[in-house]
């Protein structure tokens, strides 16, 4: 290995680690109950650092809701190819600020993880590719790709502008591949490009048997309880084992092939490491084998009920409620259609909805599972530039999230290499309290895609 580029990023990283910094200061939360004012500022900071380094063309790219995506290019050679190089400067809410230890828009290095909110997901993705093309560009010169940067603003709340964007300005995204720095590695030190994402939908379900909440004691039992109700129905979907009950709704999943799951196998993920890495509690039952975890994250879908509404907690009382709310998540696996499973989904919730009680459903935009062909040579030359950085073979791993902009990217530029890296890591709780980012992750992240740059232009 050329230790030009590494020698080049290890002396540069503290500056990298403080762009990063910069960035998360700015409390970029996408979700419409907060101030986008802040998403603008982080637009703004991000076409500022593009500038600031050279790069042409910066400019935003703004959907319906107003939340700028950026974008910037590097212009070498047009007989080289173009790379599309994607990360989001928005951010989830910080949850529950009291849990974080350090404030979640102040960033703070404890034991060699960088802490705030974005450190992991995803601003790390953008001063990835950003110290990557600088540096690689420094050695290789007009050898480099072309390279094309489109940085999102809405990507957490669901990205539902993204589609207007790619479509708006194909002629000016088109490349011939894409590099999504928005994935996870398996594990601290061991590097990983992702082959295949879950799919997603969700309906949220309100169920009423009365106008009013009533006193329990005076009218309770001719009349059906609500809450009880929708237990029965989410009960329906599944049953003691975790297996899906909705009719035909695993029709059409792909397989992962033999490679992946030689891949996944050589992880030797085990039932003891979930349990450490989840927090399950010791007499928790796995809803599934113990050779079968990855390929149960990763491969096949689940039904949750992330959130659950029926009177207070706080001021619970001698009630009969007039309601019950729940939303229900699906993740589906590849070869499942999003809106096919949402309409048998919530054909099975009114199928099962007891005692004539009014439903009303409410079903949100889904996105559909992706998965790649790792036959094409960028993948290849992607995952040794990753295990030379690393130190440690590169694995091929799959997702049990999903990332929209995967198949929108497929869909406006037909099928050309996607690959889907990024900075995550068990440890690094994106979402949650007190996120955080492997720094020595960090540094051998840029040197990996650096050195990937460098092999394309040889």
């Known amino acids: 290995m050329n230790e030009t580029l590494p020698t080049r990023i290890h002396e540069m990283f503290p500056r990298y680690v ?25 637009a703004n900071a991000v076409k500022e650092l593009f500038e600031n380094h050279g790069f042409e063309n910066a400019q ?39 849990l974080w230890i350090s404030s979640p828009f102040v960033p703070e ?25 600088t540096q690689a560009l420094a050695v290789c010169g007009n050898r480099m790709p072309n390279i094309k940067f489109l940085i999102e603003g809405e990507e957490e709340c669901g990205s539902s502008g993204f589609e207007s964007i790619l479509t708006k300005n194909k ?9 999504i720095a928005d994935l996870s590695n398996f594990d601290e030190g061991v590097p990983s490009l992702t082959t295949s994402l879950r799919g997603m939908s969700a309906v949220s379900v ?11 004691g005076s009218w309770s039992g001719p009349i059906p309880d609500p809450v009880q109700a929708l237990c029965k129905i989410i009960a329906s979907l599944t049953d003691s084992e975790g297996n899906i009950l909705v009719e035909h709704f695993n029709d059409g999943i ?23 890495e989840a927090g399950i509690l010791p007499n928790t039952e796995l809803l599934c084998d113990k050779d079968e975890i990855l390929t149960t994250l990763w491969r096949k879908p689940s039904i949750v009920v992330t959130a659950f509404k029926a009177g207070s907690r706080t001021h619970a009382g001698n009630v009969l409620q007039d309601s019950a709310y729940a939303r229900i998540g699906i993740r589906l696996a590849p070869g499942m259609q999003a809106d096919r499973c949402t309409l048998r989904l919530i054909d099975h919730l009114k199928k099962n909805c007891p005692n004539g009680l009014e439903i009303s459903i409410f079903p949100e935009d889904g996105a559909n599972p992706f998965t790649t062909d790792v036959s094409h ?26 990332i929209p902009g995967a198949q929108l990217f497929r869909n406006t530029f037909g099928d050309i290499p996607i690959l889907m890296t990024g900075l995550e890591d068990p440890k690094c709780n994106a979402h ?12 051998s992240g840029i040197i990996a895609e650096a050195l990937f740059f460098e092999g394309l232009s040889k």
């Open 432 to 443: 949650g309290e007190n996120e955080s980012l492997g720094l020595k992750d960090f540094e």
């Open 377 to 402: 040579p960028y993948y290849s030359l992607m995952r040794d530039s990753m295990t030379k950085a690393y130190g440690t073979e590169a694995k091929y791993i799959g997702c049990g999230a999903s």
């Open 18 to 42: 403080k762009t990063l910094e910069d960035l998360i200061r700015i409390p970029s939360i996408s979700f419409d109950n907060f101030d986008q004012n802040e998403v603008l500022r982080s």
């Open 60 to 98: 935003f790219l703004t959907p319906p809701s107003g939340r700028p995506s950026v974008f910037a290019e590097l212009k070498t050679n047009p007989k080289n190819p173009t790379i599309l190089l994607y990360a989001h400067h928005d951010v989830q809410p910080t949850m529950r600020e009291a």
């Open 171 to 179: 002629e000016l995204l088109k490349c011939d591949a894409v590099i």
């Open 254 to 276: 792909t397989p992962p092939t033999q490679e992946e799951l030689d891949s996944y196998n050589a992880l030797n993920y085990t039932e003891e490491k979930l349990r450490k």
């Open 206 to 216: 309100v169920l009423k048997s009365i106008k009013t909440p009533l006193h329990s």
């Open 109 to 133: 290095i404890r034991d060699n993880r960088l802490y705030g909110r974005g450190a992991a997901d995803d601003k790390s993705g953008i001063v990835l590719h950003l110290a990557a093309v």
